[in-house]
C-alpha cells in the first residue's frame, strides 16, 4: 500500500458479517419438510437472532408448521450476499441457517440452531449464540445505495483509489469496482481479462455511520492523490460482467 495506516486489515467477523447478511438481504429460501419456497420481502429479524417471516395462507411453510409434531417444522433457510454493482461472481457469501419454526400471530418465528457463512475464502461455522448476540454492520442496509452510486458517478475517484493497492494487485487490470463497503474498509473488485482479485482498503479508524463514512473515504482519497505516480488500468475489454 501507499500509506503505513494501511498495515491492518480489520474487518467485521462472522457472526456480525451473518448478521449484515441478514439485514440487507431482501428475499430467502426455505426448505422444510420436503419442500422448497422462495419469499421476497417477507423477512425481518428480531434482535434476539430469531427470523420474522411473513407466509401467505396458501403456503405449504405454513401448513407444514400447523401439521408438525408440537408445531415445531424443522428448516433451513438460505439467504445470498449479491452484489450491488455488476461484477463477475456477483454473489459474495451465502448464509445458512438451521433450526426450528413456531407460529405467531402473523409470522412464523424461526430460531437457528445451527449457522453456516460461506464466502470466497471457505465456509465458517458460526456459534448460535455470538450470532444472536451480534449487531450487522451499522451500513450494510444502506451498502447497495452507497457502493452503486460510488460506481455510477465517481469512476474517477474509483481509479483514484488503484493507487493505494500494490502493483502486483492490479497487474492484468482491464477493470475495478467497488465491490464491498463496512465500517472498517473499502473492497474492490479488480477484474481481469479472465480472472478477478479482490483488495481491501482498510478505513484508519472503523466509522460507525454515513458522516464518518465519508470522513474515511475523504482520507482514502487524500492519500491516493498524495501518490505522484498513477497505475493506470490497462485500456482493454473486459470479457462480461458476468
Do not use: Y
Not at 419454526?101 to 464466502?119: E, I, K, N, S, Y
Amino acid at each position: 500500500m501507499g500509506d503505513d495506516t494501511h498495515g491492518w486489515t480489520a474487518g467485521p467477523g462472522a457472526a456480525e458479517r451473518a448478521r449484515s447478511v441478514l439485514a440487507a438481504a431482501w428475499s430467502c429460501a426455505v426448505t422444510a419438510e420436503g419442500s422448497r419456497e422462495e419469499f421476497v420481502g417477507a423477512h425481518g429479524v428480531a434482535d434476539d437472532g430469531r427470523i420474522l417471516l411473513r407466509v401467505p395462507e396458501d403456503s405449504a411453510l405454513l401448513t407444514a408448521a400447523i401439521c408438525a409434531p408440537r408445531g415445531e417444522p424443522s428448516a433451513v433457510l438460505e439467504f445470498a450476499d449479491v452484489a450491488p454493482v455488476p461484477v463477475r461472481k456477483r454473489i459474495r457469501a451465502r448464509l445458512w441457517l438451521a433450526g426450528w419454526f413456531t407460529t405467531g400471530d402473523d409470522h412464523l418465528a424461526f430460531r437457528p440452531t445451527r449457522v453456516v457463512l460461506r464466502r470466497e475464502s471457505g465456509a465458517v461455522v458460526v456459534d448460535p449464540d455470538e450470532f444472536a448476540a451480534a449487531r450487522p454492520d451499522p451500513l450494510a442496509t444502506a451498502e447497495a445505495r452507497l457502493l452503486t452510486h460510488l460506481a455510477d458517478r465517481h469512476g474517477d475517484a474509483v481509479e483514484r483509489l488503484t493507487r493505494l493497492v500494490e502493483p502486483a494487485g492490479l497487474h492484468g487490470a482491464v477493470r475495478v469496482q467497488p465491490l464491498a463497503v463496512d465500517r472498517h474498509g473499502l473492497t474492490l473488485r479488480v477484474e481481469r481479462v479472465r480472472t478477478s482479485g479482490d483488495v481491501r482498503l482498510p478505513f484508519h479508524r472503523p466509522a460507525d455511520d454515513l458522516g464518518q463514512l465519508t470522513e474515511r473515504m475523504h482520507v482514502l482519497l487524500s492519500q491516493a492523490n498524495a501518490l505522484t505516480c498513477p497505475r493506470p488500468l490497462q485500456r482493454q475489454r473486459a470479457d462480461g460482467d458476468g
